[in-house]
């Protein structure tokens, strides 16, 4: 696993847009952590990466899914509330991967074996109260080549 230290939101939302700037559609990223971690301000920077103008992102707590509208569509998922991975066939999940937006889940683990094969994993971890570690673990061709390029982008500025 790779993985990097941020020090604040912002540059939380920064390495987001980063990840975000590069994805496309039919990309899935499967974010993993505790409350807290980061993981809806990591979504609002990969929103800011796909060009979604909406200013409110926020998590999609009752209703699982929330849909954007960006350079591609934005699907985000938050599956904190979920109890059974059975509730997914509900909320129509499968139809969220390899679709015709990006789309990212909160709390990926709730969805168990619903989740695709590949994926771009984010794992989120509170070090301090300012300080967040940021780990990634891809599968898959497509997802190396994304995690090489963010890695070229985290050295240009400098953020290890
Ligand atoms: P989650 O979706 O994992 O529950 P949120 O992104 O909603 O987490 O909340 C993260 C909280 O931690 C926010 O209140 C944010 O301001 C705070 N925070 C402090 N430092 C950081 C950091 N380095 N990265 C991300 N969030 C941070
Ligand atoms: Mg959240």
Redesign the pocket.
Known sequence: MFSVI????E??WHIGQMLGARLAAGDTVCLY??????????SYGIALGLDVKEQYIT?PTFTFVNEYEGRVPFYHIDLYRLHDPGELEGIGFGEYINSDGVTVI?WAERAEDELPAECFSVY?TSVD????EIGFLVEGERYEKLLAELQADLKKDRIR
């Open positions: 941020t020090t604040s939101p540059q939380t952590g505790d409350l807290g971690a980061g993981k809806t301000s990591f998590s909160e989120l109260e300012n300080s967040r």
